[in-house]
C-alpha cells in the first residue's frame, strides 16, 4: 500500500557505450521496473544535468500521482526516503486544520490551525457568498484569504516541526463546498440557490503552485457528493468505514449543518440540511466558541448551577456542549417542560429580563426562553434528518451498530444530555461513537492510501442523496422533534426511565 | 480519426431540480457520452461561472491530448468547431519553420520561418553546444533565443493568416536532438560527448506556457531515438510512412549529418553519422546558403560554364545543388579524374591560387581543389552509411522500391548529378523520390492523428540503431566511396555508360 505520493531511491548504473538510453529513460525505466510508470515534466527534465552524474546516479525521486500517472517532481541526492512528507487539511468556514504528517509511518508529526481568514468577509457562510456572488474581484479577495490561510497554518507546521512545506510532497483537502469553490477561486452561490447544481464536486489533482504553495506535488480536494454534502462529509464518512463494514452504521456531522450518511457496504443513503447556527452556540445569547471562559459542562443539584468552565477561568459565556448540558439539567429538574418552556416557580433563578424568561447560570450569565427555542428548532432539526432517513430506509435505530458522531462538538458534548434532550438516539451508549475530526482523518488516509482514489468514484456513484428541505413532511417531523426529547417517548425509554426517577411523569 | 486536438459543440440542458450534478459533471458526463474522457484544469473550473449560464449552455470546448488524458483547455460560447487549429514546427539549427493547420480540414493556412536565433551564439551547433555547456545563464540565453525564433514565426503567421496564436491549442515540434535540448532548456554537449546518453528523447507534451506560448495546450516535441537520430528524422521517416508500408524503404536526410532509415512495416535499421558540413555549401570557399545570387544548376558545355542562379540574379557564390552539379560536370568532362583531382589542361579554366589548382566558374569565383576535397569526403560519409546498411542488412540497392531523400538539399539536387558523382545510387530514377521537408510534415502528421502516438513506442522500440562513428571499417568503406563515382564502379551501371559514351573509360 502505498499514498498518493512516493519517494524511490535509485541507485543508477551510469551510461555506458553498450546502455547509452538517456537520463530520462534511465529514471523511468528503473521506476518500471519498480512497477511505476512516470513522466518527468519540464522542470525536472531541466534539472538532470549535471544533477545525475554530481549525484553519482543516487538520488531518490519524489512521485506525486496527478490522477492519471505519476509525475517526477523532486529529485534529491542519495536516499531520502525517510523524509516522506505530506499535509492533509480539514478546511471549515471557521477553522482550517492541517497536520504534517510522516508518510512513511503514517506518523502526525504536527497538527495547526488558524481561524479562516475568510472572517472578516462574514461570520457566517451566506454573508461570504454574498460578498463574493458576482463580483470576481471579491471571489478573487475570499480566494486569496482562505490560501492566506493555507500559508498561515503550514508556517506554524514548519515553526512545529522544522520541516518546509516545500519538503512536502501533495496535500489532500477536505472541506464542504462552498469552501472548496472559495479555495478554487470560483463562485459558491450557487450551492445555497435552487437546483443546487454547483460549479464542480470533483476537482482533483490541481498543482500545487496554483494555489501558490511551494509543495512540489499536488492538491487533491476530496470529492462532493452534492451542495450540502461535500468533500468533508466524504472523507469523514471514508475515516469512519462504514462504507467498508458489514454492519449497518450512520455518520452524522452535526454543525450549522447536519449531514448524515447511513448504510454500509451493501448501500449508502445520504442526506444533509440546514441545521441553524444554534448548536455550536452561535444564537444562543451568552453562547460562544469553545476557547478559555466557555461553560462546557454544567450540573443544577440541589437548585444550583455546578459549573465546568474551559481552562477553569471565570466563565464569560457557554459553548455547544455547555447548552447541551444545559438543556438536560434544565428538563431533568422540571425548570423546563417537555415543550421547553421555563416553568418560572420552579427556581428563584429563573426571572423575566427583556420581556422573556431567562435562568441566571453564572453572575451576569443568563440563557434565555428565546435561546432554548432556538435550539430546540435546531435539535429538531437535526434529529429529524435522522429520523427521516431511518424511516426512509426502514431501519429502527436499533440496528445501527454505530451512530458516528463527528465535528469537534460531537467530541465534547456529554452522550448523556444528549440522550436526555433526544438529541442523540436513545441507545447503547456504546454504540454513540464522537469520532472528533473525521474530516481531517479521511484526508490523512487518503494521503497514505492512494487505492481509495479508485474506490470513491463507485461510491459517490452508489450514494444515494436525499435533500431533506425538498422532502415534504419534514417540517412536521420536525414540530414533533422540537419537544423534549421527543413528542413520541417510546423511543426514549432511559431518558423515560429518569424521568419517571424524578417525578417529570 | 482526429489529432492531438479536438474542438467538441456542446449543446447542454441547464440545471434542473431533477438534474443538478455541477457544471464540471455535466461537461464531462457529455463528453464521456461522446466518448471521451477528460478532465479541467482550475482556469477552465474557475471560468464556468457565468461562463455556462451566459452562453446559454451552449459552447464549445477546445480539448488537448496531454499524453494521459484530454484536458479542456478553452470554451468558447457557441459553435466554434470550425475554428480549429494547430501548429507544426521543424526546429532546425538553421532555420525554423511553421505551419498554421487548420486541424478540421487538414489544410495548410500559412506558413513561415525564420532564422534560428541561436546562430548569433554558433553558426555551427558545435559552437553553440560549447557555449551553453555548464553555463546555465548561457544555456538560459540560448534557450530564450529558441523560444524568441518561435515567437517571430507565430507572429510571421498572425499576420498572414489573421489567426492568433492564442487561438491554436497545441503544437507539434520535431528538431533533431540538440534543438530539442536547446528548446527544453537542456545541456546538449551529451549530444556530441561518448557515450552519447542524452537528457531526453522523449519529453512528450508540456505545457505552451512553459515555453511562454499562448496556445491554451501542450508542446509535443517528437521523440527520438538516439543522439544523433532526432525527432526531425523519426517524424521524416512517418512522413514517407517507410514503417507501414510492405515494400522496403529507404529514408536519407543529408545535412551536416547524416540520418538513415532503412526498412519496412517489419523492420527498422537506422543510423546516423556527422557528415560535414560541406553538403550544405558551408565548407566550400564561395560556398552559400540558397539564396538570391546562388548558383543552383549549372552544365559545361564546350568547355563553358553555364549558370543558372536563383533569381537569376549575378552569382555570388554555389549553394548545395550547385555544387552536385559542379562535381558532375567537372567530372564527366574529364576536368577532374575520378578522384577527383583537377586535370589542369583539360580546360584554360583551371589555374593555380593560393597554392591550389581551381577552377573559375564565374568572374571572381573559384571552386577550388580542396573544395573538392572536402565534398567528397563528405559526400563518402553520406554514402557510406547507405552502403553499410545496405551490407549489414544483405538488401541489393535494387531491392530498395524507394530512396527517400529529405531535407531543403534533397529536394533541390540534381538527381543525375548526384547519381553521376555517386552521391546517390545509381538505380531507377523514379525510385529517387526527394520529400521535401519531411519532418514539418511529420509533425503535421501527428498533430491530425493521434493515433501515431500509440505506435511511437514500439516503432522507436523496434528501430535498430547504428552509430557510425562506432562502426570499425566505416573509414575503409568511406575511402572507397570518396571516388567519383565510387571505387567499385559495378554498382554505378549508368554512370559507367556515360563514361564510356565521354571516352573517359
Known amino acids: ?23 530520462q529513460e534511465r529514471i523511468l525505466r528503473e521506476l518500471r521496473r519498480q512497477g511505476i510508470q512516470a513522466e518527468l515534466p519540464l522542470s525536472i527534465l531541466q534539472s538532470l544535468y549535471p544533477f545525475c552524474p554530481r549525484s553519482d546516479w543516487k538520488f531518490t525521486v519524489s512521485l506525486a500521482y496527478n ?13 531520502t526516503t525517510r523524509q516522506h512528507y505530506g499535509i492533509c487539511a480539514d478546511l471549515g468556514s471557521t477553522t482550517l486544520v492541517m497536520q504534517l504528517i510522516d508518510c512513511g509511518t503514517g506518523q502526525v508529526l504536527g497538527e495547526a490551525s488558524a481561524y479562516n481568514h475568510q472572517i472578516p468577509f462574514g461570520e457566517d457562510i451566506l454573508t461570504r457568498i454574498f460578498y463574493a456572488k458576482d463580483q470576481p474581484e471579491h471571489l478573487a479577495e475570499i480566494r486569496q484569504a482562505t490560501l492566506d490561510t493555507f500559508q498561515e497554518v503550514l508556517t506554524s507546521l514548519t515553526e512545529q516541526t522544522g520541516i518546509l ?19 478554487l477561486g470560483m463562485d459558491a452561490f450557487c450551492v445555497f440557490s435552487a437546483p443546487y447544481a454547483v460549479h464542480a464536486l470533483d476537482p482533483g489533482f490541481l498543482p500545487a503552485r496554483e494555489f501558490g504553495f511551494s509543495l512540489p506535488g499536488y492538491v487533491y480536494c476530496y470529492p462532493g457528493k452534492a451542495n450540502y454534502l461535500g468533500g468533508d462529509i466524504i472523507s469523514g464518512a471514508i475515516a469512519t468505514g462504514i462504507h467498508d463494514k458489514e454492519e449497518l452504521s ?6 450549522t449543518n447536519g449531514e448524515l450518511i447511513i448504510g454500509n457496504r451493501e448501500f449508502l443513503l445520504c442526506g444533509a440540511g440546514a441545521a441553524g447556527p444554534a448548536l455550536e ?7 460562544m466558541r469553545a476557547v478559555e471562559g466557555a461553560v462546557e459542562r454544567l450540573q443544577i443539584q440541589d437548585g444550583v448551577f455546578h459549573l465546568h468552565t474551559i481552562n477553569n477561568a471565570a466563565p464569560v459565556g457557554i459553548c455547544g456542549s455547555g447548552i447541551v ?52 428548532k435546531t435539535k429538531a432539526a437535526a434529529v429529524t434528518m435522522i429520523h427521516y432517513m431511518l424511516d426512509l430506509t426502514g431501519i429502527s435505530p436499533e440496528e445501527i451498530s454505530h451512530y458516528y458522531m463527528a465535528g469537534a462538538f460531537g467530541a465534547h ?30 484526508a490523512k488516509m487518503l494521503l497514505l492510501d492512494c487505492e481509495l482514489l479508485d474506490r470513491l468514484p463507485a461510491l459517490l456513484e452508489n450514494m444515494e442523496y436525499v435533500q431533506f428541505g425538498a422532502v415534504d413532511n419534514f417540517i412536521n417531523l420536525m414540530v414533533a422533534a422540537t419537544a423534549i426529547p ?20
Request: hydrophobic share 40%; with cysteine; proline share 5%.
Open 250 to 255: 450512520l455518520f452524522f456531522d452535526i454543525g
Open 1 to 23: 500500500m502505498h499514498g498518493i505520493t512516493q519517494k524511490i531511491y535509485l541507485s543508477l548504473t551510469p551510461p555506458t557505450q553498450e546502455d547509452f538510453v538517456s537520463d
Open 281 to 287: 452556540g452561535g444564537v444562543v445569547k451568552t453562547g
Open 165 to 183: 512545506a516545500s519538503d512536502c510532497i501533495s496535500m489532500v483537502v477536505a472541506g464542504n463546498t462552498t469552501m472548496i469553490h472559495f479555495l
Open 413 to 442: 458534548i456529554s452522550k448523556e444530555s444528549a440522550v436526555t434532550i433526544g438529541m442523540y438516539p436513545d441507545v447503547d451508549r456504546e454504540k454513540l461513537v464522537p469520532v472528533g475530526n473525521a474530516s481531517l482523518k479521511g
Open 486 to 505: 421527543h413528542t413520541n417517548l417510546e423511543q426514549y425509554p432511559s431518558v423515560v426511565e429518569q424521568m419517571k426517577r424524578r417525578h417529570l411523569l
Open 67 to 79: 490522477g492519471s500517472v505519476w509525475s517526477v517532481v523532486r529529485m534529491e541526492a542519495g536516499d
Open 325 to 376: 448540558d444545559m438543556l438536560a439539567q434544565l428538563f431533568l429538574n422540571g425548570w423546563i417542560t417537555i415543550q421547553g418552556k421555563f416553568v418560572p416557580d420552579k427556581s428563584p433563578l429563573i426571572h423575566m429580563e427583556d420581556n422573556e424568561y431567562c435562568v441566571t447560570y453564572a453572575p451576569g450569565l443568563c440563557f434565555y426562553q428565546s435561546d432554548i427555542d432556538e435550539f430546540l
